[in-house]
């Protein structure tokens, strides 16, 4: 099964029309896109309007998640109904089966959010703030690990996990330290190899790297664009693992 992915694309009118170029005939080389979130420059309904016309009729279905970005102008669930009108499937700690030529599907979607690493993380104690942070952080991670484990009720061939914020610390490799509390929460992580994924794709570090690998063995891609540089990153996966990462 044939994986593409991208995020942090960051679409906004004066740019509209030039990402269509690279997304035609994506159906010749993926069975499915995800967006991981940062569509949108500014969160704005008339920039989500540019991502709907960019990712709208590719021929493949088009899985995506929101990123802070887009929540920026506090109009995301406008930013949302402008995605599914276009056909875009818009997850927010849900799952999606899709049935494709190549195997049943199934997709965990969530934006999640920051909160750090083990020993280096938010924590529940202190001002209203410090902890309205670290229950975000948690919150999301637990949508994640749900939607994960109702896959299982269904059944599907490939679990695939798809954030805007990072799950693990080795794809931020190439963001300064200090920052990394703010770009990925290590319960992403946890609940990613509780939920048997195949594949994890995030956005958001556009300064980090593109693999990495959860302490349970998942293979973890940062598709923002920023670090792939391409229109799209295509991940062959079965099963059990990653096949082709390119
Ligand atoms: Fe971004
Ligand atoms: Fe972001």
Same mark, same amino acid.
């Given at each position: 099964?044939?994986v593409a ?17 690279g997304?035609?005939?994506i ?7 995800l967006?991981a979130?940062?569509?949108?420059r ?7 309007v540019?991502?709907?016309s ?7 279905p088009v899985?995506?998640?929101?990123g802070?970005h887009?929540?920026?102008s ?9 995605l599914v ?9 849900? @799952?999606?089966? !899709?049935?494709?030529? &190549?195997g049943?599907l +199934? ?5 999640g959010? =920051?909160?750090?690493? %083990?020993g280096?993380c ?6 209203p ?5 670290s229950?975000?952080?948690?919150e ?5 690990a ?9 059944g599907?061939d490939?679990k ?15 963001e300064p ?6 770009? @990925?929460?290590? !319960?992403?992580?946890? &609940?990613?190899?509780? +939920? ?6 995030? =956005?958001?570090a556009? %300064? ?9 063995g998942?293979?973890v891609?940062n ?13 062959e ?10």
């Amino acid at each position: 099964m044939r994986v593409a992915a991208v995020g942090d694309v960051h679409l906004a009118p004066d740019v509209a029309g030039r990402h269509r170029a690279g997304l035609v005939g994506i159906a010749e080389h993926a069975d499915v896109l995800l967006l991981a979130g940062d569509l949108t420059r500014h969160g704005t309904p008339e920039e989500a309007v540019v991502v709907a016309s960019e990712y709208a009729d590719l021929g493949v279905p088009v899985v995506a998640v929101l990123g802070d970005h887009d929540y920026h102008s506090g109009a995301e669930p406008k930013v949302a109904d402008l995605l599914v009108e276009a056909g875009v499937t818009v997850l927010e700690g849900e @799952g999606l089966v !899709l049935d494709l030529p &190549a195997g049943r599907l +199934g997709i965990g979607g969530v934006k999640g959010f =920051g909160l750090g690493f %083990a020993g280096r993380c938010g924590s529940d104690v202190g001002e209203p703030e410090m902890r309205a942070f670290s229950r975000h952080g948690r919150e999301g991670a637990e949508q994640l690990a749900r939607a994960l484990r109702g896959l299982d009720d269904v059944g599907v061939d490939v679990k695939v996990a798809l954030t805007h914020y990072a799950p693990v610390e080795e794809t931020l490799l190439g963001e300064p330290p200090e920052i990394w509390p703010f770009l @990925g929460n290590y !319960l992403l992580g946890e &609940a990613i190899d509780a +939920g048997g994924c195949d594949l994890a794709v995030h =956005g958001h570090a556009h %300064a980090g790297r593109e693999k990495g690998t959860t302490l349970g063995g998942v293979r973890v891609r940062n598709v923002a664009q920023p670090v792939i540089r391409a229109a799209y990153a295509v991940y062959e996966v079965s099963a059990t693992r990653v096949l082709v990462g390119t």
